[in-house]
């Protein structure tokens, strides 16, 4: 008697239980945006983190101008908005590197690169004593990253900078441990400047670092380089002006020492827009031109070449070509660089790929 | 064929509804559906963590356990590094919470006047629940600095010639973190084992008292081997939170994926390199070995947690606990 009512338990119980797990299991659907109301069309998007205040800043203005749509995005990082779009989840993502041609051909539709912003990544360093503006050669910052370049008077520091006085101090290397654009752009630069880098390190969101300690975020580096004496670090163009820290002038590929500011990286892309592959699927560090600064990129929108929805298709169109337009206007209240003149008509011929 | 031979149904339905009427059916399907429930959950996240690795299980099978690399860009990865820094982080934080938890929890329970003790068991308990981001800033602008200029040096001067000891001094690294972590897990000690001091019956005290002991010996040899067990519970509970600490650990270890003797190194835990690469990795391998990571972490935990439990085992016979 005693073990029946007991199966019987059992078997309720485990009934219940499963039912429990099924329904916890399905609501997959219900987990997208509530079910939009007829009268609003809702966008959704996921991505860098990158240019998130403009962004943030655009689709808020879009929506004052159209009251009816809402464009939501969510900045949860260039690899987790390609993934987002690979699987469907997401209406449009958006990354701070280029996808890859590997994960170009795991999507169901073609996807399209568009062109948002540009950013750029500097050297800021603390040396005790030293307050001037440091120059930094190629050679010198692939060096120090490598782990080569071990003192700060190393010949290949002080060569550049001969009034200023540097020490016999070890260098400490500080970088993003964090998956993170502005790693996956100072890593690509280097790429490009060193062979070295290229063989044994590479260029990713993430790397193997050959020397150095890692901290978390633009704000971590920021804080690990101002509690250690002798160190170097990179950050965010926009962290650091936003945030008035120090930063080194980097020699360009005409080889004059530049320091970044906003016009330099837009000119970064004017000399690389000559080039402009027509996926616009390009790097621009290390771009031609002398008053280019050479550690800069774009930040592209993730667009699918195919939107069944007619709807959506002609609200993310006609963003697309307000977003190049009126929309550039916002980017210098942020810190953004605007996107340089040719590149954004070859970006409005682009338009008419979606389908 | 065995149908025949069983009681008429009609009754066990019959005396099932009975026993639902009473409450006690209900109330055993309820907290049996709980109980299961946790099983469920834990055996689903379990299958999520396999089923989501099977990319990297079957690249780098077993070798993934002791490969020291990690490398995003040439996607060979490793766990090594990651477990060694979780492990030994895990362990300088008990090194430190547990003296420290336990004999605050002895002198607030046994000692301290009761008003004090609930005053101070109050803040104890304000701090356990303080979010360990707020612990990991903390850290990283009041801890980092003080073992960088104060106590890495002395430890140096000191015992420099130990291998422990050794290496630059950049304030962060194991030793930070599991400072750190030590600071984090003490209140779960006091607090817990407070508790069960407290629920130490006081006839065991008078008993030990009337015999001749003083008051420390009636504590330290009756009252503190009593409640043995539950002290050793929230030591259990202090280490699953030290090795599964995120935000705090990855803020003031240094994020640097190397297997250093030196507790001045910088390291990496398993907790921290998941929540620092996961949201931008791409590629599937990349992100299945992070989540296979996961269940690296997972296994540990059982495995630690079952070594504990061993030597709980194994030191029963010689206390006096009701074990």
Redesign the interface.
């Known amino acids: ?1 005693k073990r ?2 007991l199966s ?3 078997f ?3 009934t ?2 499963a039912l ?2 099924g329904l916890t299991l399905r609501p997959k659907p219900s987990l997208t945006a509530p079910a939009p109301s007829p009268d609003r069309l809702q966008i959704s998007g996921a991505g860098a983190t990158f240019p998130y205040p403009i962004y943030s800043k655009w689709f808020d203005e879009y929506h004052k101008l159209h009251s009816d749509i809402e464009i939501n995005y969510q900045s ?5 908005g ?2 987002q779009l690979l699987s469907g989840t997401v209406d449009f993502g958006a990354s701070d590197g280029p996808m ?1 041609d ?2 170009l051909g795991q999507a169901k539709t073609k996807v399209l690169h568009f062109p948002t912003v540009l950013g750029a990544v500097v050297p800021t360093v603390n040396i005790p004593g030293v307050t001037a503006e440091l120059n930094f050669t190629p050679e010198a910052l692939a060096g120090i990253f490598l782990g080569k370049i071990t003192k700060w008077n190393d010949p290949a520091l002080t060569g550049p900078n001969p009034k200023v006085k540097l020490p016999a101090e ?1 260098i ?1 290397v500080v970088h993003r ?5 502005t790693t996956y752009i100072w890593t690509d630069y280097l790429s490009k400047v060193s062979d070295e880098w290229k063989t044994k ?9 050959p020397v ?5 975020g633009n704000e ?1 580096v920021t ?2 380089v101002k ?2 004496p002798n160190s170097i670090g990179y950050v965010e163009l926009i962290y650091a002006v936003q945030n008035k820290l120090p930063y080194g002038r980097v020699k360009n590929s005409s080889g004059a020492f530049v320091k970044a500011d906003l016009d330099a990286v837009t000119a970064a892309a004017a000399g690389a827009a000559k080039n402009m592959p027509d996926d616009f699927r390009v790097s621009i560090t290390n771009a031609p031109g002398r008053t280019a600064y050479p550690i800069s990129s774009f930040t592209w929108l993730l667009i699918p070449a195919k939107i069944d929805d007619a709807a959506k298709r002609k609200v993310i169109t006609d963003f697309l070509q307000w977003m190049m337009t009126k929309g550039q206007a916002y980017c210098n209240d942020l810190s953004y660089a605007q996107l340089p003149k040719p590149v954004v008509t070859k970006e409005l011929k682009a338009i008419s790929q979606i389908q | 064929m065995s149908l025949p031979t069983r009681p008429a149904p009609a009754g066990r339905v019959r005396s099932f509804i009975n026993r639902l009427r009473t409450g006690d059916e209900v109330a055993h399907l309820i907290t049996l559906l709980f109980a299961t429930s946790i099983f469920l959950v834990t055996a689903l996240l379990v299958f999520e963590l396999y089923d989501n690795s099977a990319l990297p299980r079957h690249k780098f099978g077993w070798a993934f356990f002791v490969t020291q690399t990690w490398d995003p860009v040439f996607e060979n990865f490793g766990a090594l590094p990651f477990i060694y820094g979780t492990v030994v982080t895990s362990a300088l934080a008990l090194l430190i919470a547990v003296p420290l938890g336990v004999g605050a929890a002895i002198f607030l329970a046994e000692l301290a006047p009761r008003p004090i003790s609930d005053a101070l068991t109050f803040i104890i308990e304000l701090l356990a629940a303080v979010p360990t981001v707020i612990f990991g800033l903390i850290g990283m602008f009041v801890l980092v600095p003080f073992m960088r200029v104060y106590v890495e040096p002395f430890l140096k001067a000191t015992l420099g010639f130990l291998p422990l000891f050794k290496g630059p001094l950049y304030g962060i690294g194991f030793l930070t973190a599991g400072v750190l972590l030590g600071i984090i897990v003490i209140p779960f000690i006091v607090s817990v084992s407070r508790e069960v001091l407290l629920a130490v019956p006081v006839d065991q005290r008078e008993a030990a008292l009337a015999l001749g002991a003083t008051k420390w010996e009636a504590t330290w040899k009756v009252v503190v081997p009593f409640a043995r067990t539950g002290i050793f519970g929230s030591i259990f509970l202090s280490m699953a939170r030290a090795l599964g600490e995120t935000m705090a650990v990855t803020m003031v270890i240094g994020n640097v994926p190397k297997i250093a003797t030196s507790l001045f190194a910088p390291g990496y835990s398993i907790a921290a390199i998941i929540a620092n690469e996961f949201s931008e990795a791409t590629g599937d391998l990349y992100v299945q070995s992070l989540v296979e990571l996961g269940l690296v972490l997972f296994l540990l935990t059982i495995l630690l947690n079952g070594l504990a439990r061993l030597m709980i085992v194994a030191t029963a016979k010689r206390g006096t606990s009701q074990e």
């Open positions: 008697m029946n009512t019987l338990r059992l309720l119980g485990v219940l239980a429990v797990v949860i990082g260039s690899g987790g390609i993934r890859t590997e994960q070890d400490v441990s964090d998956g993170s654009g390190v590479g260029k990713n969101t993430s790397v193997n670092w150095g300690l890692g901290s978390k971590g804080g690990q509690e250690t």
